[in-house]
């Protein structure tokens, strides 16, 4: 039966697209491409992805699972003669629980959808990253997504109390576990998330919420030398008593390239400091909360651990502030942007990034270097500009010039973006060969016809 036909009598009329069809579509964020696939199938529910699941992996169509494609690392790029399975018409917020504080959710609900959902019952779902408008909670979880507060709340894993899976061959996993403390034998929500879709596909959550913040005061400090930076992390978390829920660094170059023309962004200090800090605290008092944070700051200022600050006013001047972190479309004026996503020790972070500097200099001549990142829990984003005409030639040499010092320093190629394609010939940087044996036992178990998002992580 061919495949169009096939899916649409299983998910109806107007739940497949064609080739042609699929084709009109974007590949993704940053993307200048389309996408591919013999087809595009929209299930409703998880019996939906069960059966379409069933059917491809009988008749031997492999099928790339897709969120909101705000994914950095082609993790969910798809072959011609492949199936997408879209999850966008399984948007369902199916129950938020104010006394449990839990939230049960079907893997296409977005990000921001959710976050203010949760809102209007004095929760909070903390999860936050500058995607938030697009990304799904399906693709937050394969992807075991980080984002801005994970200093604080963790990473996506952190947040999942249950999920609900289909596997390759159509079996569903229904693990909607809604306890906080649940020991009995293997937690097996764990094996699908940050998965990238090569187990199985998440199609339900049973998600931990939290207390709605009553304060939530920001600044933006300037800071003179790197060996402030990690001190000042400090400083904040032992005055702060514990709601410290941001630490976002900054380096001069991205600081400058987001508070210029053409950027809508207002520098909130001088553009002239070696580093700036996007600092968050998230507290229960509005009075006492901001008192402590001011306080806080001049002791830093007093120790000399900032040369400047801005403290944010209003709820605008939170957003503005904020704005200025997740405003990385500028990175993509006048050449292309080659992004990476690493995290290592801090105390080795300023060596690397001046060892950086001068092999980019070295090897490939003309381009621009901006970095930024969550530094509080170790995360770095870099992101390498060239030229259009230099970009297939030097794409190879900048990957090995970020990758190949990660090793030694104990970092990783992957903070919180995935492997996907891009990051594949690295990955044995920080696996070692049995980690990796382990790996590919568990995929030949779940996914023995390989079917499942072939070809990503390894």
């Known amino acids: 039966m061919p495949v169009i036909d096939a899916l649409t009598g299983i998910v109806g009329e107007g739940g497949v697209l064609d080739a042609a069809e699929v084709a009109k579509r974007s590949a993704g964020a940053l993307r200048w491409d389309s996408l591919q696939a013999q087809a595009l199938v929209r299930p409703r529910t998880t019996e939906e992805v069960s059966r379409v699941l069933r059917w491809c992996h009988d008749h031997g169509v492999a099928v790339v699972t897709q969120g909101g494609l705000t994914g950095l690392v082609h993790g969910a790029d ?34 921001q959808t959710l976050q203010e959902a949760v809102e209007e019952h004095g929760l909070s779902f903390p999860l936050d990253l500058g995607a938030r408008g697009s990304a799904t909670i399906g693709g937050n979880a394969a992807t075991n997504a980080g984002g801005n507060r994970v200093i604080r709340y963790g990473m996506t894993r952190d947040m999942i109390l249950g999920l609900e899976a289909v596997l390759a061959d159509g ?11 649940n020991n009995t034998g293997y937690d097996l929500k764990q094996v699908f998330i940050g998965s990238e879709g090569t187990l199985g596909v998440i199609t339900r959550l049973v998600l931990r919420l939290r207390e709605k913040p009553a304060a939530q005061d920001v600044a933006i400090v300037a800071v003179a030398d790197f060996e402030c930076l990690p001190k000042l992390l400090k400083h904040m978390d032992q005055n702060l008593s514990g709601s410290l829920s941001a630490f976002e660094v900054m380096w001069q170059a991205f600081y400058r390239l987001v508070t210029s023309a053409p950027a809508k962004g207002k520098p909130p200090v001088s553009q002239d400091h070696p580093y700036y800090v996007l600092v968050e605290s998230l507290g229960a008092n509005a009075r006492l909360d901001s008192e402590r944070f001011v306080a806080a700051l001049e002791s830093a200022l007093e120790a000399r651990l900032i040369s400047d600050a801005a403290v944010a006013q209003s709820e605008n001047d939170r957003r503005a502030f904020w704005a200025l972190r997740d405003d990385v479309a500028q990175v993509v004026a006048g050449g292309i942007p080659v992004v990476f996503d690493i995290s290592l020790p801090i105390s080795t972070m300023e060596q690397y990034v001046a060892a950086l500097r001068g092999d980019l200099q070295s090897a490939i001549g003309d381009h621009k270097l901006w970095i930024f990142g969550h530094l509080g829990d170790g995360n770095l984003h870099v992101i390498v500009q060239v030229p259009l ?15 190949g010092p990660l090793g030694k320093l104990g970092g990783s190629v992957s903070a919180e973006h995935g492997i996907g394609l891009e990051k594949k010939p690295y990955l ?10 382990v790996m590919r036992r568990l995929k030949t178990a779940l996914d023995p016809a390989g079917i499942l998002n072939p070809g990503k992580i390894f």
């Open 428 to 437: 044995s940087v920080c696996r070692n060969d049995s980690e990796l044996a």
């Open 78 to 111: 798809a072959a011609p003669a492949e199936v997408i399975l879209s999850m966008e018409r399984m948007r369902a917020i199916e129950d938020i629980d104010p006394v449990q504080r839990t939230a049960v959710v079907q893997a296409g609900v977005v990000l």
């Open 389 to 403: 005409k230099d970009y297939l030639a030097l794409r190879p040499k900048i990957e090995a010039l970020v990758y």
């Open 171 to 181: 079996t569903v996993v229904s693990s909607m576990n809604h306890l906080i403390k």
